[in-house]
Nanobody, 123 residues
């Protein structure tokens, strides 16, 4: 059974940084894509970033490009989201998710989700 456990959220002032972690277990992930999404109150869930486990290719939403960095630790099956220059509009519940191969464009097709970790950025 696949399990994703996020951690690292918290309260930070605008301009600050946080690093989110997503520990994955339950299957080999070498052919999968790992993604980070976020959902703010009253808004739909949106794609933030993704990384292909096999070749390390990365993808970012325009709203976070240049500020966020996604990376992975193959040894510990953990995916990270380093968030710098945080803005109040980054406030949301952040989820990690897995996407099997051949399941469509990078922002869709994710079928396993973590429980989320809250990020709050104060102005």
């Amino acid at each position: 059974q696949v399990q994703l456990v996020e951690s690292g959220g918290g309260l930070v002032q605008a301009g600050g940084s946080l690093r989110l972690s997503c520990a994955a277990s339950g299957r080999p992930f070498s052919s999968y894509t790992m993604g980070w999404f976020r959902q703010a109150p009253g808004k739909e869930r949106e794609f933030v970033a993704a990384i292909r486990w096999g070749n390390g290719g990365t993808y970012y939403a325009d709203s976070v490009k240049g500020r966020f960095t996604i990376s992975l630790d193959n040894v510990n099956n953990t995916v990270y989201l380093q968030m710098n220059s945080l803005k109040p509009e980054d406030t949301a519940l952040y989820y990690c998710a897995t996407k099997p191969p051949y399941s469509g464009p990078i922002g869709v097709g994710y079928n396993t989700w973590g429980q989320g970790t809250q990020v709050t950025v104060s102005s």
